[in-house]
């Protein structure tokens, strides 16, 4: 068994070590999802939710710990760690009232009496990414228990430690062994096992567009089920009408915050002419007051990024040439950290406008009118996110709904809401997460007709 040391982004130290599990014992946790799968999905739908109530507060009580492991594996701020961890526990008491509303229809037919039931796929693998290492893995493991499944989580290679910990709670809070299990290991030998076995009936992926495309062509093979939440290149569009001020105060959380490590990260930043020079004058102080620093203070509003391979990545797209209109702070000496820049290319098609940085880069480019903001805005492989500023309330929805993206938000950048659906239009997936319906899409609907004569 090969292991992984956790490193501390925000100072370089040793955080801990942790063992990894190799395909076989990928194999063995299979089979013993497939028997607690079938015991689970006969536990009545009352005392499922009561148990999936009990895991989160088990997440509650256990919050800050949570948090602090967060901050240490990722470099997260402590109070966007905290968010985070309340964040799972929200999220297991929203899905703790599915099992008993998994409602199926009856269909009038003739001679009989048709229903449908929402039956569970069985076993699901979820494969998470570094950046929301808690959350992520939350949106997948809530309601896929809830709607009947047992779940094996694989967290990412440099992120795993608050993954192993909600592994432990779910045991504390009294699911059976063999319901949630948490695998830690490689992607290309845990998370292609998720693949290739066929215990595995749904696999939900969250990373990059490129592994996202590899995972979907593997589970072709099986006729597997997949939802992918992948890369994104978001527009922030700012119309002149809008309320400049606030638009340029906001921009900045808009993209960097998590250090700009977010799949919804406003990195493009499109502006009406003729309010260019005037938003560019208002985002230079903004940018300026992004707290970067130490995430254990609690006035941090960006830490680190998360690895020192990470770092050279998003640095790679900063050369000493860059057309750099102004960059933030950010501390000196251990750590991977990087300051907020804002770049202003001179082509739409630069490598810095079109390419998912994952760091606190933000390109800002001119438009003409509404149709030239749109052809902008959708000049691109992804659609994940995006924010529309405007006064115009006719115009909010026009743009609003001329976005080739899943998630939009007018005036605001807020994005993520439990409740509400969450997934990305173009190569930015496959599949809603969260809201209502998510229980639904790790279930298979059965047709049940009973003849009357
Ligand atoms: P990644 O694709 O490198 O890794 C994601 C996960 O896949 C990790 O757990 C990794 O171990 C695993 N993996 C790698 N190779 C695999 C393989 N061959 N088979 C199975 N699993 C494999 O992505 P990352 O660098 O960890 O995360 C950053 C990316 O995630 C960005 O592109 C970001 O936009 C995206 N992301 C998307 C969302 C969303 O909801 N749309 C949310 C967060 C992050």
Redesign the pocket.
């Known amino acids: 068994m090969s292991s992984y040391t956790v490193i501390n982004p925000a100072d370089e130290s040793e955080v801990s070590t942790v063992e990894l599990v190799d395909a076989q014992a990928t194999d063995e946790a299979v089979t013993r999802a497939v028997a607690a799968q079938k015991s689970w999905a006969r536990v009545s739908p009352a005392d499922k939710g009561t148990l999936l109530r009990r895991f989160a507060e088990a997440v509650d009580g256990d919050l800050e710990n949570l948090a602090t492991t967060e901050m240490r594996n990722s470099g997260h701020p402590i109070t966007q760690a905290r968010w985070e961890a309340g964040h799972v526990r929200d999220v297991l008491n929203y899905y703790a009232a599915a099992p008993e509303r998994l409602f199926g229809r009856q269909i009038p037919v003739a001679g009989g009496l048709d229903v449908t039931f929402h039956e569970p796929i069985g076993v699901v693998g979820v494969?998470?990414?570094?950046?929301?290492p808690m959350t992520?893995a939350a949106w997948g493991f809530a309601p896929a228990l809830a709607a009947g499944n047992a779940v094996l989580l694989?967290?990412?290679?440099w992120t795993p430690l608050t993954s192993i910990r909600l592994g432990e709670l779910a045991l504390e809070a009294g699911l059976p062994e063999g319901l949630f299990q948490v695998l830690p290991g490689?992607?290309?030998i845990v998370?292609?096992r998720?693949?290739t076995n066929p215990g595995v009936r749904k696999v939900v992926?969250?990373?990059?567009?490129?592994?996202?495309k590899?995972?979907m062509a593997g589970c072709a093979d099986q006729v597997k089920r997949v939802t992918l939440?992948?890369?994104?290149k978001s527009a922030n569009i700012v119309f002149a009408d809008a309320d400049l001020e606030k638009a340029a105060a906001a921009a900045p959380y808009g993209v960097f915050e998590n250090a700009g490590q977010d799949?919804c990260a406003r990195s493009r930043i499109l502006v009406e002419r003729s309010a260019y020079e005037r938003f560019m004058e208002l985002l230079e102080p903004a940018v300026a007051a992004v707290r970067v620093g130490d995430p254990g203070d609690e006035g941090t509003e960006m830490g680190p990024l998360v690895s020192a391979e990470h770092h050279t990545a998003v640095s790679a797209y900063v050369p000493d040439d860059s057309q750099v209109a102004f960059r933030g702070t950010a501390p000196e000496g251990p750590g991977y950290w990087f300051a907020p820049t804002v770049l202003v290319p001179s082509s739409r098609t630069d490598r810095v406008v079109t390419d998912?940085i994952?760091g606190p880069v933000v390109a800002v480019l001119p438009f003409d009118d509404e149709e030239d903001a749109l052809t902008l805005a959708n000049a691109t492989v992804f659609g994940?996110s995006g924010s529309i500023w405007t006064r115009d309330v006719g115009r909010a929805i026009r743009v609003a709904r001329s976005v080739d993206a899943g998630n939009l938000s007018v005036n605001s950048h807020s994005s993520v809401r439990y409740s509400t659906p969450?997934g990305?239009f173009k190569q930015?997936?496959l599949g809603r997460e969260l809201g209502p319906d998510a229980p639904l899409s790790f279930t298979e609907t059965k047709n049940v007709f009973l003849a009357v004569e």
């Open positions: 494969i998470t990414p570094w950046n929301f992520i694989k967290p990412a290679e490689h992607g290309s998370g292609e998720f693949v992926f969250t990373g990059s567009t490129v592994v996202g590899r995972i939440e992948l890369g994104g799949c998912e994952f994940l969450f990305g930015s997936g």
